[in-house]
């Protein structure tokens, strides 16, 4: 009987396994869609205990607490950090069959060492303070866990009104070999449906373009600013967080009066919200084009679902889920109108709705154009759908419908520094599906063939897709 997390974990044919362990495992990692907080990388951060590391803005460790029974105080209170980690200690055991138990104990492996603990309320104290201590030293700074994960490239999410400071700081460090980029996130750009907000964040757009913003072109020219300053420092890559495909017809003049009205502080109707998005997110993506950037889009996520639970702790807590939003018919035309003027460039298209994965996976090879090997991606198994079977579900669908050896592979879309076994668990399904065709006799058994295709999804295609640098070759 196989041990639990034993090297051949989720392998489960012996070309599985050597596909994994001679071409998979040692593969850098090309991290081209993060959440990681980068003035932490900057500044080289130590974290002072397990908890801080590890629980600290986890939603989905705070939804399974949750779900466990544990009161909100142990999970984003005042409770003390000993406290929050032994409530998760004693939620671990329960999460038996959820990603988390998996996660969990891999990420306990492959940082700290730990092969013969499962963690429960038995072994919190030991293993809180086994792991506090080594995370207080330098092996276990930010940098270093960069470096020990074999990271090569890091892109992380990024407001425009951002100023990028600490991207600077990381770029003028020789030192410092891993390449740590920023992403464009023009979601607030968008979010027209609140006046206050949307008017706050506008006011912020003005200090930091050095524009007077009186209308909607002053607006659009301070955005298209931002968009030079984050390709002068490094930026090629967009990413966008909307719940579908926005393509409410619209005239300029009509635009122009929604944000006067918005501006004024008053709200407007569903009608001229949707038109608003619909024109933001087309212009946005001609500005990727003009630069050839790739964009990314993340649709289908119903968010801040739970009203009480969003005043008291805001967006990003762990109240969002899946959401049934129309997505084919809407994003056909998006792509078409994109592609009828030549500015489709590189896109990525992650869905939250696994329902949605045939239509994406059919529709991308609609609006490929011969010129860029996989321009028009279906993007790995996203929030929800980045678990064993989620993954497998986007493997199997891409590979019937498109080209999997031209997949951009894995990436690790958290906040946290522990999350980069996710690559791996990645990884061994992967060779596991690939495996077992080949076991089967459905591909053919050449580890050569195969094995070179494991390498090219696990790093080389995403290496060769984006091909970051900082000359202005775009």
């Known amino acids: 009987m196989p041990s639990f997390l034993n090297e051949d974990f989720l392998l489960y044919t012996k070309a599985a396994k050597v596909l994994f362990h001679e071409y998979a495992k040692e593969m850098p990692i090309f991290d081209y869609h993060c959440h990681l907080p980068v003035a932490e990388i900057s500044d080289n951060v130590c974290f002072e205990n397990l908890t801080r590391i590890w629980l600290f803005g986890d939603h989905y460790k705070w939804r399974a607490m949750r779900t466990n029974g544990i009161e909100e105080r142990l999970i984003t209170g005042d409770a003390s950090d000993f406290e929050k980690f032994e409530a998760w200690a004693k939620t671990v055991p329960k999460t038996l069959r959820n990603p988390l138990y998996h996660w969990t104990h891999l990420e306990l492996k492959r940082y700290f060492g730990i092969n013969d603990k499962l963690l429960g309320p038995e072994t919190a104290k030991e293993i809180y303070e086994y792991c506090s201590e080594k995370l207080q030293t330098h092996e276990f700074s930010t940098r270093s866990i960069l470096k020990n994960m074999n990271v090569r490239v890091v892109c992380t999410t990024d407001d425009p009104i951002d100023t990028l400071t600490h991207h600077l700081k990381i770029a003028r460090d020789d030192s410092f070999e891993i390449k740590v980029l920023p992403a464009f996130r ?3 750009a968008m979010a027209v449906e609140n006046p ?11 200090a930091v373009s050095n524009i007077a913003i009186s209308n909607y072109s002053d607006f659009y020219d301070a955005l298209r600013k931002r968009h030079d ?4 420092n490094g930026c090629r890559l967009s990413d966008h967080g909307v719940e579908q495909p926005y393509t409410e017809p619209y005239k300029e003049i009509e635009i122009s009066s929604i944000f006067n009205t918005v501006r004024s502080g008053k709200h407007i109707s569903p009608e001229g919200v949707l038109k608003f998005k619909s024109a933001m997110l087309f212009e946005l993506a001609v500005l990727d084009a003009e630069k050839k950037w790739t964009q990314q889009y993340h649709f289908g996520a119903l ?7 969003f005043e008291a702790l ?17 994003l056909a035309a998006f792509l078409d109108k994109l592609a009828s003027r030549q500015m489709l460039t590189k896109t990525i298209i992650y869905n939250m709705n696994p329902k949605d994965n045939e239509p994406i996976a059919s529709m991308i090879g609609s609006f490929q154009d011969g010129c860029i090997p996989g321009k028009i991606q279906f993007g790995s198994g996203w929030w929800f759908n980045d678990q064993k079977q989620g993954m497998e579900r986007q493997i199997n669908v891409l590979s019937n419908m498109g080209l999997l050896s031209r997949f951009v592979g894995m990436l690790t879309d958290s906040r946290s520094f522990m999350s980069y076994p996710r690559h791996e ?3 061994r399904t992967l060779c596991n599906l690939l495996g077992t065709d080949m076991e089967n006799g459905e591909i053919p058994y050449d580890l050569t063939l195969v094995g070179n295709m494991i390498r090219d999804i696990c790093y080389n295609n995403a290496a060769d897709y984006f091909k970051f640098t900082l000359s202005d070759d775009g």
Do not use: C, M
């Open 229 to 232: 300053f984050f390709h002068e």
């Open 186 to 188: 023009p979601d607030q």
């Open 196 to 206: 206050e907000h949307f008017n706050k964040w506008v006011d912020q757009l003005e």
């Open 314 to 330: 805001g967006p990003d807590t762990g109240y969002d889920s899946i959401g049934d939003f129309e997505i084919a018919k809407p």
């Open 303 to 309: 968010r801040n679902t739970n009203r009480l639970a």
């Open 425 to 427: 668990y990645f990884r």
